[in-house]
């Protein structure tokens, strides 16, 4: 009885040591998988940001970054 339950546990515990394939080829189809730059096209972007625009992009970043600059707020 005391095994059994011995070899329970330990298969328990082996069983959750198991990983999920999270890889592309696992079936997940769910995720699309595109550039950040471009986005969404719908009314909800930042006004002067062109979807596709990797320059327009990464000027916004900036901007987005330069707002959250300690530095900048407190001079």
Partial sequence: MKR???LGACALLLSACG???QSKTAGNTYRNDVPASQGAKNA???S???PGNQGSWE?????R???????QKVN
């Fill in 19 to 21: 990983e999920i394939d």
């Fill in 59 to 63: 000027n916004q970043i900036r901007a």
């Fill in 4 to 6: 059994a339950m011995m």
């Fill in 48 to 50: 002067g940001w062109q």
């Fill in 65 to 71: 970054g330069q707002l959250q600059n300690e530095y």
């Fill in 44 to 46: 909800h972007v930042v």
